[in-house]
């Protein structure tokens, strides 16, 4: 009884702990969101806003299950939540994934409370609800990726329609018809924003908030000063296009340069770890003194604090940003 105590303990106190950073680091993005909303249905016409306030209400959709929707949908931790779906290009919905996080944490708990101890349960619990955000935040950094390969040629496929006589948001719309994802359809976006009323600045803004890379904020910047200043934008877009691509090589070769440090981090990292798994497998009781003492605690959580410092620094060393 007591184990299964623990477990609910460790996940709650886990889920709450990720709600409770998740809106305090995107505290200031949920606030702009909340002004861009407000801006929008200040301006927009009855049925306009209608139509946006339909659309809001289906994205924010938490969950097909009537509960669980009820839980969570109007939560800023859910609009964080959500936006950080988006921004990995991901279809599952708000209360899919807190579940997956929710189960990750309580089956990788069981396991190490079942066949280890409760401690190294409570560290399992932890690493199960930390997983699936880090599989969101790899696939946020795959479609970013992906986006800043494409951008250069999307900018091209704008420079070129608008030469041919297209507006930019005509030209936007044609790109995110040919294109593929991702940029396609966030190009897309941007031309439905726009045409149900939403401000081009209030539009292009969100697309940077999607994508949130330095090319992004470039290309936003640029089509932003253009619509104050004036100014030829296709010779704007060709000479941006030709900075990304100049940048897109140097990174290539700081990426060799720093293959090094970035797999020692890794390595580094997964070798005490692996081997304290195949002890605590192969002698339980070898590991007991770790679990059972002041000094071994103390110890067991100076090695982990360890770990995490020295994998920080090591990836920061090889993440030279240009």
Not at 13 to 34: P, S, W
Not at 111 to 119: K, L, N, T
Not at 137 to 155: A, C, D, N, S
Not at 171 to 185: H, S
């Amino acid at each position: 009884m007591i184990t299964y105590l623990v477990l609910a303990g460790v996940f709650l106190g886990t889920l709450l702990l990720i709600v409770g950073a998740f809106a305090f680091v995107n505290r200031r993005r949920l606030a702009d969101e909340a002004a861009i909303r407000s801006r929008l249905f200040g301006e927009a016409g009855p049925a306009t806003q209608a139509a946006h306030i339909e659309i809001f209400k289906t994205s924010q959709r938490a969950s097909s299950l009537a509960f669980l929707n009820s839980l969570l949908e109007g939560k800023n931790f859910t609009a964080v939540v959500q936006a950080e779906l988006d921004r990995a290009g991901s279809s599952q919905t708000v209360g899919t994934f807190v579940l997956s996080v929710g189960v990750a944490a309580a089956a990788l708990g069981y396991i190490g409370v079942r066949f280890v101890s409760p401690v190294f349960g409570a560290m399992m619990g932890a690493v199960g609800a930390v997983a699936p955000i880090m599989v969101l935040k790899v696939m946020q950094g795959k479609r970013y990726k992906k986006f800043e390969e494409q951008l250069p040629e999307g900018i091209d496929m704008l420079v070129n329609a608008m030469k041919a006589g297209y507006s930019l948001q005509a030209a936007m719309k044609f790109i995110g018809d040919e294109l593929p994802q991702p940029l396609g359809p966030e190009f897309g976006r941007f031309y439905d924003e726009q045409r149900l009323g939403m401000d081009v600045r209030a539009a292009l803004m969100n697309l940077q908030t999607r994508i949130d890379t330095l090319d992004v904020k470039m290309f936003v910047t640029a089509l932003l000063i253009q619509r104050e200043t004036g100014g030829n934008l296709a010779e704007i877009m060709t000479n941006l296009s030709t900075l990304m691509r100049e940048r897109a090589g140097i990174r290539g070769q700081i990426d060799v340069l720093t293959a090094e440090p970035k797999m020692s981090a890794i390595v580094l990292t997964s070798l005490p770890l692996g081997l304290f798994v195949v002890i605590n497998v192969m002698n339980p009781d070898y590991m007991q003194p770790l679990y059972n003492t002041g000094t071994g605690r103390f110890m067991l959580a100076y090695g982990v604090a360890s770990l995490l410092v020295g994998f920080v620094i090591l990836k920061k060393m090889g993440n030279i940003q240009i």
